[in-house]
């Protein structure tokens, strides 16, 4: 029997993982994918928002301030990396300055530092890009952006060196109240027990809520879609440019990325499946429509790459953390859109002790560490150290992703980490490996190799994502 069983692992079921190993407790997270951080948390803009627009008072307004500064500790503790871009919010004509003023209202009721009102030709000076057509900007110094699977990853390996377990491949299929527990069914056949349920499981967390009641809240799935620029642009654009935000969200923004890259979108789109995550001809045409909105000349043929996510938009208007009215000890964490990976620091902490209470319950781990080792980037490293390095493995030596500089060694960490991962998509989201300019057209034959060989298994076997992916049907050429 589990004293917490937490179902999801995305930036937000991974918080609370690693929030609830604080305490002498028996946790497990369930992720029906085979990795860690696969849906929402993977496709964002990466944005640690600085508070222009939740609405005062709400727990979108608080969790995410609070969230904002608490990545200062975490890029410390945990080593997730952090961009310090600073943001610019763009007004056109007097019509949009006049939102300005609203925004500026909103921000400092929000209580976000260091905001500030500038020209456009204030602006433009800092950013040369900055298009012509904008007047008046807000700028919020506070916003950073993050790797989002990373946060997750952090979060998650923490938890587990804590003492939570982690389960991938297990999709929840059935949830039973028995008197004072709960039985989780698993993929159709494995029962798990335990006291209570965390129900973290993103635009799924109508459909987990259905499983024991009416749910208190309907998920209404909202499709962004982006194109992600090579990191050759790097220094096109240095701050976060928004538009003026809508009721269809912030609109579509010019993100640079921690690794250099820059994202042009989201565009926000309601849709019936929400888990239909492919890019559409008119999603992409309207980023392209409304980029140029925001910077003159941004460099279109350096797209690399193009890639949609679901928003767990509810139809609660915000962020919605409460035990079940019908069963005691089942918690929701629905509705966590956009500023959830902002807020996901401090959405842990506000579930397990705000809102459950569990310290009257259970008592602190003693052994409990807040940290997590960086992942080690060989091509960052001083030469002293790389030959050092060199010196113990040779397989340092070994650029398998030219691209990206990534060796042989990092790769196989990679498989063999914490949180190890099988496949190609989860290699690259740990070391960057297919992730430049080629995209994996070089390196991803090596990859598969690596893989199959520190596995032991038949390249046949190695799958890009999940376990529906495999990459080759059968052996056409066979070495004698
Ligand atoms: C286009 C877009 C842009 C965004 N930009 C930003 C931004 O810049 N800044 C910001 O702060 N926020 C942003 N967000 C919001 C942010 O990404 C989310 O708030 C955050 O990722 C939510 O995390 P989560 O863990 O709740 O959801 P998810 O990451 O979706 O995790 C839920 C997990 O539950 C699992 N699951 C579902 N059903 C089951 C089941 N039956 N059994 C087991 N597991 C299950 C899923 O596989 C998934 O891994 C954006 C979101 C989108 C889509």
Known sequence: MYDFIIIGAGVIGSSVAKELSRYQAKTLCLEKENDVANVQSLANSAIIHAGHNPEPGSLKATLSILGNKMYDDWEKELNIPLLRTGAFV??????EEKIIDELLDITKKNEVPEYMILTGDEARKIEPNLAKSITKVLSLPTTKVTYPWEVAFACM???????????KNKKVTAIKK????????????????????????????????????????KIKARKGEYFVLDRRVKGFMNHVLYPLPSERGKGVLITPQVHGNILLGPSSEYIDDKYEARTTDEGLAYI???????????PFNMIIRSFAGIRSTSTCDDFYIKESKNHKGFYYLGGIESPGLTAAPAIGPYLVNDVMNVGSEFNLNSKYDPKREPRLEFHRLPWEKQKQLLNDDHLYGRIVCKC?????KEIIDAIHGPLGSHSIKGIKKRVRAGAGLCQGGYCEEKIIKII?????????????????????????????
């Open 452 to 480: 199959a060989r520190e596995l032991n298994v038949s390249p046949l076997d190695v799958e890009y994502d999940d376990l529906q992916s495999k990459l080759f049907k059968e052996e056409t050429k066979v070495d004698e």
């Open 288 to 298: 392209k429509k409304h980029s140029v909105e925001l910077a003159d000349d941004i």
């Open 404 to 408: 990206e500089k990534i060796t042989e």
């Open 90 to 95: 763009a007004a056109h004509n007097k019509k």
């Open 157 to 167: 390996e923490n938890a587990i060196i804590n003492g939570v377990e982690f389960l």
């Open 178 to 217: 028995q008197a004072d527990f709960f039985e989780i069914e698993v993929n159709h056949q494995e029962i798990y027990q335990t006291k209570y349920v965390i129900n973290a499981a993103g635009v799924a967390s109508d459909d987990i809520g259905g499983m024991i009641e009416t749910p208190p809240f």
